[in-house]
């Protein structure tokens, strides 16, 4: 098994202390993921629209999450 359905199954868990630990878990994989794919979806060029329609969010919401986090382009290679 992988980690995400390792997690994923602990996340039923009857104990509440492995099951919490494990919805925190997911949540940690959960962000970290949403960030790759938002650094990606920007490499290639996708407006924070796009991004915010995929993830049906609000652009606003997602730019504020992400655009911090995001490469500040060289504005001497342009």
């Known amino acids: ?28 994989l959960l962000e970290g993921l949403e960030h790759l794919q938002v650094a990606n979806a920007r490499a290639k060029g996708w407006s924070w629209q796009e ?4 993830l049906d969010v609000t652009r606003q919401g997602v730019h504020k999450k992400h655009a911090r986090m995001m490469p500040m382009p060289d504005p001497r290679e342009d």
């Open 1 to 28: 098994m992988t980690e995400a359905t390792d997690l994923a199954a602990a996340a039923g868990s009857t104990d509440p202390r492995v099951g919490l630990r494990a919805v925190v878990a997911l949540r940690r």
């Open 51 to 54: 991004i915010a329609d995929a």
